[in-house]
């Protein structure tokens, strides 16, 4: 795509296919051969070197998982991206190349569970130390990272699941100052919400199982960022292995069309259920980064072009709220899943911090009647009012009691 003054719309759409379009084409091909012959030896040693384009062996590169990674490079703005098989690939292949026993990496201890499990469990078992600083204290983190010893600052904004906000360009620049890489991950606000390396950081993550695929139906990650950066991550990917299959490129490729479609009904679709769920007695807090009670609003607004389809809210009640309300709602799916075209739903026990005991929930501020929601594109009066009568629903059975 030679305009790069193209809407991100626009962009979603075209950009990174043409080289890939073959016979007329108009659609990316689904490449799934293994391997690729040459008849000139000379060609075949430069391309296995990466002299010359092209492509050798499926583990290395792919023609329809780089078309992806070419879209998403346009769309985040980046030099140069690299997939991966899922989105946790793509975070722990990204840590496992920047560090080694005796490093530090600093974060914050909203991360997603399973990020949550590689800072609390497998880096410290690798003798790597690992800080976790409150979410949106933005002073502590700048006095970590202040003393200059960490490798990496690794943020995720707006957290999974409670959304949190941590200010990007703030914590780049201190980052930066101190001689650490500067990652985030991106996948809850998506590149058409947030660009994290136009605000400073390093490094961009994505699961694209989520928002950029949006349909449920692939697994994927990937890695955004600078030539010589991503050029030592896909060193570390293609002998480790975790590559992404080229039917999920192709799924994940044909989803991101739509993308701003999408993500833009989401936005709306999760303002007005936020609102709305504010209203009710049964909900204890509602947090979405696009309400003004949102403690972290101003930052969000700052950085965001919008807030995202994700939010969350606590219940009365706790766990037995949860299992009263959720499955009276006709138009959510109760799975472990985010970013799909349906709104799904589903408690952090069993979703995001499925991985961690109630304990390390309370300890990061989950309480376990937390509710998490994915907006779909739905008309999302239907779903108000679903949520309305499975509402009822439980008020009722609270009479009966």
Request: glycine fraction near 8%; hydrophobic fraction near 40%; aromatic fraction near 6%.
């Amino acid at each position: 795509m030679t305009n790069t003054n193209a809407k991100m719309g626009t962009k979603a759409v075209w950009a990174g296919e043409k080289d890939y379009l073959v016979h007329g084409a108009t659609q990316v091909p689904v490449v799934l051969s293994v391997a690729y012959g040459y008849d000139d030896m000379d060609h075949w040693y430069d391309v296995a070197i990466g002299k010359a384009k092209g492509h050798i062996y499926g583990r290395n590169t792919n023609p329809t998982v780089q078309a992806f990674e070419d879209k998403i490079k346009v769309l985040e703005g980046a030099e140069a991206a690299t997939s991966f098989s899922t989105g946790m690939a793509a975070i722990s292949n990204t840590l496992s190349t920047f560090l080694v026993p005796g490093d530090k990496i600093i974060s914050i201890k909203d991360t997603y569970g399973g990020t949550n499990k590689i800072f609390t469990e497998f880096l410290p078992r690798q003798g790597i130390e690992v800080v976790l600083c409150e979410t949106g204290n933005h002073e502590q983190i700048e006095r970590e990272v202040a003393n200059g010893d960490a490798k990496i600052l690794y943020l995720e904004t707006p957290t999974n699941p409670t959304v949190k906000i941590t200010d990007i360009e703030r914590m780049a620049k201190a980052g930066k100052a101190a001689g650490a890489l500067v990652v985030v991950d991106n996948t809850f606000a998506t590149p058409m919400n947030q660009n994290p390396l136009a605000l400073g950081a390093d490094l961009v993550i994505h699961s694209a199982t989520k928002f950029l695929g949006g349909h449920a139906d692939a697994l994927g990650g990937v890695v955004c960022g600078s030539h010589e950066l991503v050029e030592k991550i896909y060193h570390f990917r293609e002998i480790n292995g975790a590559t992404m299959d080229p039917m999920a490129a192709y799924l994940i490729l044909r989803g991101m069309k739509t993308l701003h479609l999408r993500v833009r009904t989401q936005c709306e679709n999760a303002m007005k259920l936020a609102k709305y769920l504010q209203t009710k007695d049964l909900v204890e807090g509602v947090y979405y980064p696009g309400l003004e009670t949102h403690p972290h609003h101003d930052v969000a607004k700052k950085q965001m072009k919008d807030f995202g389809g994700m939010l969350s809210f606590a219940v009365k009640g706790g766990v037995d709220t949860v299992r009263d309300l959720l499955p009276k709602l006709q138009y959510a799916n109760r799975a472990a899943n985010l970013g799909a075209v349906e709104t799904t739903v589903g408690p952090a026990r069993t979703t995001s911090h499925v991985e961690c005991t109630p304990e390390e929930r309370a300890a990061v501020g989950i309480p376990e009647g937390l509710i998490r929601i994915s907006c779909g594109i739905e008309d999302i009066e239907d779903i108000i009012a679903d949520f309305e009568q499975a509402f009822a629903h439980v008020e009722s059975l609270l009479q009966v009691k």
